[in-house]
């Protein structure tokens, strides 16, 4: 699961990534108003943790463009304010939960969780593209009747176009998607491209290689009505 930890106290933001990562997330660090707002309007995340308190602005912001664009981001406000008037709000504005500081990490953990058990019974965990169906739930790829064999990088890159279908989107995008903030720029392109080569390779030999466009100089792009 990838989570973007938004939290400008170093110390803070330094243990719950540690204790996460720890837990098995692939976390993502901000910590300005500003490289919030870079992370969730380039990236796709499951969670979102974020503080209200940021240099640069206020993290409510942050909450009412990720629900303005109507994203499925778990969101959890970790704060500070504790006068009932500021959880009201922070809920009312799209947070699925709200963390009064300081807090447990454990605690931390169980409700990214349960945010997480009702965001997959809440949303239909099947991608249906005609002949090319992503099952979400048993991360699973059927093209054209038939069960692929993705390794599990081209099964995220597959997923992660699918997402933003009739959307170009870059090298640089997929790559940090995939790697984080552990990506390593010298050798990730190469990577990208031979993944999406044998992905499309897949795709083509079941009757779906029209889904799996080459932006050429940019990226990749998946069609679809």
Same mark, same amino acid.
């Given at each position: #699961?990838?989570?973007?930890?938004?939290?400008?106290?170093?110390?803070?933001?330094?243990? #719950?990534?540690?204790?996460?990562?720890?837990?098995?997330?692939?976390?993502?660090?901000?910590?300005?108003?500003?490289?919030?707002?870079?992370?969730?309007?380039?990236?796709?995340?499951?969670?979102?943790?974020?503080?209200?308190?940021?240099?640069? @602005?206020?993290?409510?912001?942050?909450?009412?463009?990720?629900?303005?664009?109507?994203?499925?981001?778990?969101?959890?406000?970790?704060?500070?304010?504790?006068?009932?008037?500021? *959880?009201?709000?922070?809920?009312?504005?799209?947070?699925?939960?709200?963390?009064?500081?300081?807090?447990?990490?454990?605690?931390?953990?169980?409700?990214?969780?349960?945010? #997480? *058990?009702?965001?997959?019974? $809440?949303?239909?965990?099947?991608?249906?593209?005609?002949?090319?169906?992503?099952?979400?739930?048993?991360?699973?790829?059927?093209?054209?009747?038939? %069960?692929? $064999?993705?390794?599990?990088?081209?099964?995220?890159?597959?997923?992660?176009?699918?997402?933003?279908? +009739? *959307?170009? %989107?870059?090298? =640089?995008?997929?790559?940090?998607?995939?790697? @984080? =903030?552990? #990506?390593?720029?010298?050798?990730?392109?190469?990577?990208?491209?031979?993944? %999406?080569? +044998?992905?499309?390779?897949?795709?083509?030999?079941?009757?779906?290689?029209?889904?799996?466009?080459? %932006?050429?100089?940019?990226?990749?792009?998946?069609?679809?009505?």
């Amino acid at each position: #699961m990838k989570v973007l930890l938004i939290e400008d106290e170093p110390d803070l933001l330094r243990l #719950m990534h540690r204790y996460l990562k720890k837990e098995g997330y692939l976390c993502e660090e901000a910590k300005t108003f500003k490289e919030g707002f870079i992370k969730i309007n380039n990236f796709e995340y499951e969670c979102a943790v974020i503080d209200l308190n940021l240099p640069g @602005g206020d993290g409510l912001k942050l909450v009412d463009i990720m629900r303005s664009e109507n994203t499925h981001t778990g969101i959890i406000i970790i704060s500070a304010r504790d006068k009932i008037e500021d *959880r009201i709000k922070g809920l009312d504005m799209g947070a699925d939960d709200y963390l009064t500081k300081p807090f447990n990490l454990s605690e931390l953990n169980a409700r990214i969780k349960a945010i #997480m *058990r009702r965001k997959t019974n $809440q949303f239909d965990q099947l991608l249906n593209f005609g002949n090319l169906i992503i099952n979400l739930d048993e991360r699973k790829v059927v093209a054209d009747g038939k %069960v692929l $064999q993705l390794t599990k990088k081209e099964y995220n890159i597959l997923l992660y176009l699918a997402r933003n279908k +009739n *959307r170009v %989107v870059t090298k =640089d995008s997929i790559a940090e998607h995939l790697w @984080g =903030d552990y #990506m390593d720029n010298a050798v990730s392109f190469d990577f990208i491209y031979a993944h %999406v080569k +044998n992905l499309r390779k897949k795709l083509v030999e079941n009757n779906c290689g029209e889904y799996l466009k080459t %932006v050429y100089g940019i990226g990749y792009k998946f069609e679809a009505v």
